[in-house]
């Protein structure tokens, strides 16, 4: 039988309770993988560690959670946001103020902070009786979603690639040339449309 090999950022994934160097590469019944040693894994003893995430709530204040077992972000955080009387939730990553997706893994976020944010949108009474202004509202709150999405992209990647010169001025300009201008009049646009609001 043919066994891949994990690699070790996978294995850090998961622990077992007992030594594997006991089961060899041809035996262990049941099926399971192979570590970088050869050595064979049975499916039965993998074991999922917890899951610690870090979550900086809107007042400010950090809880931590743990969860054991699989599941996405959203019903990780799902019980905290609920406490809070949170019904539409966004969460973002301290340091880089990432999106994160709700429908990712949790334990893609193990040792992380993330910055639980409310979501709901608070809509104008006006926009009941004017649809136009309900318009002009949907495209601010998208115009916004898009500031900080481009906003991101720029400050995760194009900004640290610059400093670290891994990539050539050429390169740079290919990829992220047009995002500056992008952001000032996506900005400017967003500026008018809360001053002519208010």
């Known amino acids: 039988m043919s066994v891949a090999k994990v690699p070790t950022f996978i294995q ?9 160097a006991d089961f060899s590469s041809s035996g262990g019944a049941g099926g399971g993988v192979a570590n970088n040693n050869g050595q064979w894994w049975p499916q039965q003893l993998r074991r ?5 995430l870090h979550i900086i709530l809107p007042n400010g204040i950090e809880r931590t959670i743990t969860y054991a077992g699989k599941c996405t972000v959203r019903q990780a955080v799902q019980s905290v946001a609920l ?37 709901t949108r608070v809509r104008d009474e006006r926009g009941e009786t004017d649809a136009r202004f309900r318009l002009t509202e949907d495209l601010v709150d998208a ?4 500031l900080v999405s481009l906003r991101t992209i720029y400050d995760i990647y194009a900004r640290p690639l610059r400093k670290l010169c891994s990539i050539s001025d050429d390169e740079q300009k290919q990829l992220f040339g047009g995002i500056e201008p992008i952001l000032s009049v996506s900005n400017m646009l967003l500026t008018k449309w809360i001053i002519i609001g208010q």
């Open 48 to 52: 999922s560690r917890p899951v610690t």
């Open 83 to 119: 406490e809070l009387h949170i019904c539409e939730f966004r969460l973002r990553m301290s340091d880089t103020l990432a999106i994160v997706s709700p429908a990712a893994e949790v334990s893609l976020l193990d040792g992380d902070t993330v910055l639980l944010e409310d979501a």
């Open 143 to 146: 115009e916004r979603e898009f």
């Open 12 to 20: 850090s994934k998961f622990r077992t309770d007992v030594d594997v």
